[in-house]
């Protein structure tokens, strides 16, 4: 493996990790409305539940707390087995595979987050992405 390849993995794992930190950070915030509009809002949203189907009823507060835990152990899950991967020494053919699956899995996520996200998440999911690529490129 290249020099090269040191410094894009190292950045990729780092994005990984802020990533996941960020996504986390819903879980200890909660929203403070400005004015009486966004205090009903909030109210719907953390506390009207809709049938999901199935008898399961959910708010939307619910659902995006769900959304953002499984955020966060998709980042943990890529930045700890690019660090494993990195530290035991895989051949080169394992970690071409390897990085082509995130470049794809990780670019879609990027593309998602551009269409339905804001800056934060668009920012870390980008670097992560060019992280990603840089690697599979320099390897």
């Known amino acids: 493996m290249s020099s090269n390849f040191s410094f894009w993995i190292w950045g990729a794992i ?3 990790g802020l990533s996941a930190l960020f996504h986390s950070l819903s879980f200890i915030s909660k929203p403070k ?3 009486d509009t966004e205090k009903q809002l909030i109210d719907l949203l953390q506390n009207y539940k ?3 189907g199935g008898g399961i009823k959910r708010s939307f507060g619910s659902l995006f707390i769900g959304v953002s ?3 966060t152990f998709i980042y943990i899950l890529g930045a700890v087995l690019n660090f494993y991967f990195l530290k ?3 051949t080169p053919a394992v970690w071409d595979g390897f990085l082509l699956i995130q ?3 990780y670019g879609i996520v990027f593309l998602m987050q551009i269409w339905f996200t804001f800056w934060p998440p668009i920012i870390v999911t980008g670097l992560v992405f060019i ?3 840089g690697s599979y490129i320099f390897k």
């Open 69 to 71: 835990i499984c955020f």
């Open 14 to 16: 780092i994005a990984q």
């Open 103 to 105: 470049v794809i899995i």
């Open 131 to 133: 992280f990603l690529l």
């Open 33 to 35: 409305p400005r004015n």
């Open 88 to 90: 035991s020494g895989i």
């Open 50 to 52: 809709m049938d999901m």
